[in-house]
T-cell receptor
Framework: SQQGEEDPQALSIQEGENATMNCSYKTSINNLQWYRQNSGRGLVHLIL?????REKHSGRLRVTLDTSKKSSSLLITASRAADTASYFCATDGDLYSGAGSYQLTFGKGTKLSVIP | DGGITQSPKYLFRKEGQNVTLSCEQN?????MYWYRQDPGQGLRLIYYSQIVNDFQKGDIAEGYSVSREKKESFPLTVTSAQKNPTAFYLCASSIWGSEGYTFGSGTRLTVV
């Protein structure tokens, strides 16, 4: 099954800096989502970007999507210690291509550490 | 408050035993999912259900079973046929299809 792959696997930055994480995927999609997971907890949905969108903002989060390169990036601006977590991208399939699916496939995540 | 509840938070299983993980949601979501997460890994789909009384195998269904008798509930049974069950199990729900999921807080299963 298709899977998003995040890059880098781990990222350590100082508080106040920006953090950028990337995600690549293999086949066409209907949408791409980013989730956050604090250690030992469930995932929290951050943002969803559809295949016909190129950029989306939510507070300090900015997500871009390049369907021609099959890649997405998540930018967290002015990071805080509380942003320390793992971040996952998740993709579904393009329902109209026949390769679609109703469930999400998750990457292995980027572990972000924000140092106070 | 609407949400999704998993219980128990920690579960210990002896080899050869079946155990059942509970997942309940009061969000009126049609779709529910079970994922398994191993250390440093992403989530792998075990089973999913889009409607009551219907469910489908995911990528790693062997050794697991589910039921969906009520919209609110989607319990997962880890059977003795699952050879490496120690993992973090996450339940999720969504209104429909692949829109944003709501996750429970997870159950950590350990074989002793």
């Amino acid at each position: 099954s298709q899977q998003g792959e995040e890059d880098p696997q781990a990222l350590s930055i100082q508080e106040g800096e920006n953090a950028t994480m990337n995600c690549s995927y293999k086949t066409s999609i209907n949408n791409l989502q980013w989730y956050r997971q604090n250690s030992g907890r469930g995932l929290v949905h951050l943002i969803l970007i559809r295949s016909n969108e190129r950029e989306k903002h939510s507070g300090r989060l900015r997500v871009t999507l390049d369907t021609s390169k099959k890649s997405s990036s998540l930018l967290i601006t002015a990071s805080r210690a509380a942003d320390t977590a793992s971040y996952f991208c998740a993709t579904d399939g393009d329902l109209y291509s026949g390769a679609g699916s109703y469930q999400l496939t998750f990457g292995k995540g980027t572990k972000l550490s924000v140092i106070p | 408050d609407g949400g999704i509840t998993q219980s128990p938070k920690y579960l210990f299983r002896k080899e050869g035993q079946n155990v059942t993980l509970s997942c309940e949601q009061n969000l009126n979501h049609d779709a529910m999912y079970w994922y398994r997460q191993d250390p440093g890994q992403g989530l792998r789909l075990i089973y999913y259900s889009q409607i009551v009384n219907d469910f489908q195998k995911g990528d790693i269904a062997e050794g697991y079973s589910v039921s969906r008798e009520k919209k609110e509930s989607f319990p997962l049974t880890v059977t003795s046929a699952q050879k490496n069950p120690t993992a973090f199990y996450l339940c999720a729900s969504s209104i429909w299809g692949s829109e944003g999921y709501t996750f429970g807080s997870g159950t950590r299963l350990t074989v002793v």
